[in-house]
């Protein structure tokens, strides 16, 4: 079990699961509950639009989402090519809360990491 408070929400967690720590860290270290990390996220990708999330599938359906999968994103096309390096290259698309259209990398089979960017506004 582990206790802590969220540096964002100021909320008390606690979290029994035993695989993950039940939050991630910030830039300063600080902890951040998984439901202030999808947040923190999303704010970035609206910031910067790029982002670096999970490329992942979900019974018949693919999703981009982050570490603890609180963001997350249902993937409307996907297209596998070839790739000179990692052997396979995973082309992604998906739209934001906001309806923007964001284009997705993921290299190889032994990655979920999946290179986001934003293509085009509110569509």
């Known amino acids: 079990m582990n206790k802590f408070v969220c540096y964002k929400c100021k909320k008390q967690i606690i979290h029994d699961e035993p695989h993950t720590t039940g939050y991630g860290l910030d830039r300063a270290r600080h902890k951040i509950c998984f439901a202030c990390c999808a947040i923190v996220d999303e704010k970035q990708m609206l910031r ?3 982002i ?3 490329l992942v599938k979900k019974e018949e ?5 982050n570490w603890p999968g609180t963001l997350s994103f249902r993937v409307y096309a996907i297209k ?3 790739h ?13 809360n906001n309806h923007s ?5 993921q290299y190889g089979h032994w990655s979920q990491l999946c290179h986001c960017r934003k293509t085009i506004n509110n569509i």
């Open 84 to 96: 000179n390096i990692a052997g396979v290259r995973c082309d992604a698309w998906f739209k934001d």
């Open 101 to 105: 259209v964001w284009h997705g990398v």
């Open 52 to 54: 670096v999330l999970y």
């Open 48 to 50: 910067t639009g790029r």
């Open 80 to 82: 596998e090519s070839r």
């Open 61 to 65: 359906h693919n999703f981009i989402t």
